[in-house]
């Protein structure tokens, strides 16, 4: 029941917030932290409860579940359900949830409430997306959170919002289209194969396709999820969208919608194609590594700080595909970690650079330069994340990337050493933020007002997370541990039978060799 | 007292917190006593667990201490455990001791500068991540230790930011340190894929019993591993860097440039001795890079006209007999010259620094002249860290551990009649620019007026650092010198004895008298060039031959050329090219394209009835054709 209380808070404070416009005008952000606030209380007291419980072995990998006939005709049923995994993407997305309603405080003064509601259906929609376990469910609320964020793009974005609203939209919604076409096409395979038409996860784990088949099924998931991942070469209604989102569009879309992506390579394609996703682990590889690289060479190019930011999101998550197609226990866990520590670091980034454009309404850094002396506080934060993206050891991103590197070394050697190359190129791109806009001489005698209390209150609890995570990661790796433990030997089963079949073979040309002969 | 030991690392980090989060609000004085004391109380410690780790040495010579469990993912089990033997006591005492008294002397130096709070700051976390490197007990929190010293060293040498030369200079040595950290980086994952672990006393127990000597894999770890030392170490061919470092306030270069952070390499080889010892190929590639930095810098130290540039370069040579030393497997020797080094060139460094403080940031030594009678105890400090520095024989430490690395080059197992050859040159021209730089300061005319006298915490530090670097010597003595093993003896613990081919006293002794020649030989160059006729200097330099090979080597043998023909600007060209990302054109010719086509087909609503009617009648027309003919 808890879970569908989760989104229904949601989206019930989105409407509210909406109506509550006309009452007062601060009436729909009050509301919208109230709601985000109470849903983030609930999911980190869920998280404390089963800190201890979650990495039990042998214990059922799921903590709640909800399951209600929806469209029986169909084999619809409103089935969502929470393992570890969700659980953490549920606590990253509250957070975030929440400090995006505070650093929009201020930032957003027209259509307050038809804006809180966007915000908090977007929410609802990545929260929907973490829990469903029908896959009709599923794709409902991949489209729930994607619409909301067209609005809040298109109508409080920058300068070149329709147009970056436009291609956000436009890519997400044709890649969705094809996950639709596998869903129903997975849909229709096992319904003739067992006679039971069903969307439920569990159900169509086994099902039994053939190798062809499922090549096709899984390229409709893949893309969609490496579109919004994003993965080179899909990567491009990345920069746009989040340079002229507002700064809550930014943090949400890359510290959440990323995650969807990587999510759903966890959730669907690994597991509802073991063997299809093993043969396509060097391509993957590839175009995990091609991202970092690619990604980090477009960072260090851009003017617009903004784009900058955007573009580093492209180099990072490419460590995310490089991880979840290594499938082992280190890299899956690196995986989490990154997804975890990229949401904070790259949203404080984010966070940071909505807060200068306020202040001095430019993004381009070279009209910034010498702003130490003026805003300090602006000038350690940004300093400590860019620390973090380069993957300074003691903050997260460190923990996660070392894990994925160490567990893609053991896959391929050749992949991992170019992607550990990516750390220079990271550093070189980090550093150069922190020179361009805080370091050299100043560009004219700044005057504005350093972080309030407000921002320092939001940058203090990332800044608090993101070393905790670099020094105590544990809690989190605990917790992700049993789905991914689960992933695993999923691959094994698969991959003995797999064996089997390929030694079959092998006799079988054999034997019609000495046939031939 | 041994369970204080994360009091060590541990109090440094809090002068850091406290400095970083409430030093805008701190007087000077407050900030001041956080910054010094966090690390003077951090040297009493090390001072208690030293006598206590000296007296009744703990089971094993060992002591290791488990804070918590870092991560636990699969087998990789990387814990916060704090790891101290006769290796890791030695650096922390010079980390903390040398320290402190920088700290001290900063108090003072820094104290007009903006940004003081700040300063210590930084200062506090370079200790605590410099501890941490030398202490942890495996790779993974070693490397935290790595990264985070290297961090402190870019913010320290980018301290006055508004310069943006300072600002390159601190990315440079960021970015050039990475480039070997990725190495190393590579070696560890290489390493806790051979071994299950990164624990870096089980590595060293597995690697012998699985490894056989000269097997690939073995190579390839040692060679990563010298990649990440020779990156920190500002050793070939990854020194460029550490020159322009020198571009941070000076007691940034005495520590983190002179006696602990740039010593980290050789830490890191000592620390993982066993793997070298099963890759000779790239021990002795250790031996060789060694040696030609050693003279590679030393060429370059007899041309620069900035103090704290000729320092820097003689920092890369006097590193390079540290890896000529572990190279040639005479560790305990290469130790006992980092511990010596840190004495004499940190006190360098800070008599520079008083000269400079004095001088209103004059950094050039040849507008400097005549200090002498001016600064009475700076010079007589700055003589004698020169004189160790030279390896003035019999009374500086700096003789004792540089002639114990010649001899192990030279009658080791591993030792070499080239590298032996090559040290000694090296020491020959050690002599010769540093005695340059001695007579060219304080010596002839003066060049400028002195604006104030250096205070109380200038110099304490300085005197302090001087008794050491003539005393620190005496606790190990060769043969032909009453023969004193306190030194390498406690070393054994940890490294390993060096086996010698001849141990003969009379062949030590003409090796002896060999390299005080030389030594003294170059002094008398000095003098004779620089106090008696400085002409000649102008002469030989003036044209032909002479003035191309000054020029070569006063640019650094013309690496940063190189390096920035070759990567840099390649590298910046191609991602200014395609900023706009050539993939994007692929998405808007689709949508140019479905436009056109829209575009097109819209010109057939023309709203004329006429036209309607033959696009009906063509269209049935097919249509009945396909029907009859298919």
Redesign the interface.
Known sequence: MILIWLIAILMIGGILAWISQSWHKNAPRWIALIAAGVDFVLVAVIWLQNLSKVDLTGQSQWLFEVNYQWIPQWGISFFLAMDGLSLLMALLTTFLGLLSVVVSWTEIKERVGFFHFNLLWILAGIMGVFTALDLFLFYFFWEVMLVPMYFLIGIWGHENRIYAAY?FFIFTQASGLLMLLSILGLYVIHGQNTGNYTFNYFHLLGTDISLFTAAWLMLGFLIAFIVKLPA??F??WL?DAHTEAPTAGSVILAGLLLKTGAYGLLRFVIPLFPDISELFTPAAMMLGVLGILYGA??A???IDLKRLVAYTSVSHMGFVILAVFSL???AL?GAVMQMICHGISTGALFILVGAMHERIHTRNIEDMG?M??TV?RMG?VG?LFA?ASLG???LGN??AE??I??GA??VSIFW??LA??G??AA??YS?RIV?RV?????IKDWKIPDFNVREMVVMGSMIAVIVWLG????SV?NTA?HTLNSLQQRKVIEQTAWQTDSQTLNQNTSENKTIIK | MLELLWLIPALPFAGFLILALFGSRLSRQSAAVIGVGSVGLSAILTLGIAIRFISSPPADHAFSQMLWQWISVDAFQPAITLYLDALSLVFIFVITFVGFFIHLYSSLFMYEEEGYSRFFAYMNLFVGSMLTLVLGNNLLLLYLGWEGVGLCSYLLIGFWYKDSENGYAARKAFVVTRVGDTAMAIGLFLLFTSFGTLDIQKLLQQAPQEWTINSTQAVLAAALLLGGAVGKSAQLPLQTWLPDAMAGPTPVSALIHAATMVTAGVYLIARTHVLFTLAPAVQTAVAVVGALTLLMAGFTALTQRDIKRVLAYSTISQIGYMFLGLGVGAWSAAVFHFMTHAFFKALLFLGAGVIIFVLHHEHDMFKMGGLRKKLPVTFWTFLIGSASLAALPLITAGFYSKDMILWYTFAGEQGNDWLWAAGLAGAFITSIYTFRMVFVTFYGEAQAEITHKPGMQLKVPLIVLAVFSLIAGFIELPHTLGHLTLFSHFMHSALPPTEVLHESVSLELLLQVIAAIAVLLGIYIAYHIFIRNRSIANNLTASGPGALLHRFWYSGWGFDKVYDTLFVNPLVWFAKINRNDFIDLIYTGIAGTSREFHRQLTRTQTGRLRWYATGIVIGAIITITVVVYL
Do not use: C, D, R, S
């Open positions: 291609k080179v070469p990567h491009n920069p060479k477009l260090y190019a851009q082992n226990e280190l866990q010498g130490w002396e300090p350690g300093m620390m300074l050891p003691g460190f923990v070392f894990l590197l160490v070394y053991q991992t050493v550990t190359v750390l220079i550093t070189v550093l020179q805080f370091h050299g001489e100043k020094l105590f990661p544990q790796l541990k």
